[in-house]
């Protein structure tokens, strides 16, 4: 791809951004879709943080991509939030018009169209979600934004669970309790889908996953991880040998890069561009 002063710029800011897949996924997908824009890799640690805004302005990007741990201090120095970032209480997504920076959230939609991709709908339907960090808020926003009936979030520090449930009183019952409570199990052997909102399973530490009892499921229960590394994780592998279906968070990770990129382009990203160049990467990353 030719670069020219008429290239619109867009980016990623995070500290550090490791082995982010997002530059590759984006730039595949610009290329496929013939739009003359390059995404950045733009490494910002976070006392520099009000600089990197000032430089998105002063620089003309059209927007950025924003990761830990920048999601929420960021808030502070946009001139709007967008109602998707509110319910999550960070932003992953900035589009720049006319030198105003409004800050959305796309992880939460991200969430629920992978799940449609994979023809699963929530709407009248319970949820259990292993995790109580900035993910599982994402997906309860999402779900609850879906329509779905009830959440339980379970997590090892109730208070955690307790803190994103009463985010969301007033709207559907979404309860916060110890993952090793007997309320928890009761909520697991009721429950239409399975949140895995934890790291557990990520590379390196490939063999853990969330202690799920298996008997008391259901064996209509949808097993969700959000873990994209690796694709397939261990409690996928468990839920499918098990007769579940089973969706992994690559979905979301492309479903929530292909939001940002519609919102700074207004035309849709190609999922299969994206998905290949993530899976791509991973394959890199891991063999390494
Ligand atoms: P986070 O804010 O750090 O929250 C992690 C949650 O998992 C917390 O409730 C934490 O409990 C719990 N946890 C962490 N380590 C644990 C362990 N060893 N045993 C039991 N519980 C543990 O992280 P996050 O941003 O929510 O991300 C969670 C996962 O989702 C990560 O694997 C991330 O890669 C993935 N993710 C995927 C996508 C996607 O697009 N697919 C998007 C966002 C995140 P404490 O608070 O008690 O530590």
Known sequence: ????????????????????????????????????????????????????????????????????????AIMDYLDEIDTSAKLVGAVNTIVVKEERLIGYNTDAGGYIHSLEQAGITVAGKSAVIFGAGGAARAVVAGLVGANIDSVTIGARDQSKADGIAQLFAGTVPVNGV????????????????????????????IASQPSVPWELLQQSVVISDLVYNPPITSFMAEGTRRGHTVVGGAGMLIEQGALAFELWTGCKADPQVMRQALLAGLDAINKN
């Open 1 to 72: 791809m030719q670069i020219t002063t008429k290239t619109q710029k867009v980016g990623l800011l995070g500290w550090p951004l490791g082995h982010s897949l997002s530059p590759a996924m984006h730039n595949a997908a610009f290329a496929a879709s013939g739009l003359d824009y390059v995404y950045l890799p733009l490494s910002t640690p976070p006392k520099l943080l009000p600089q990197a805004v000032a430089g998105i302005r002063a620089l003309g990007f059209v927007g950025v991509n924003v990761t830990i741990p920048h999601k929420v």
């Open 178 to 205: 110890a993952w090793d409570s007997s309320t928890f199990a009761a909520a697991l052997s009721q429950t239409n889908l399975v949140v895995n909102a934890t790291p557990l399973g990520m590379y390196p530490a």
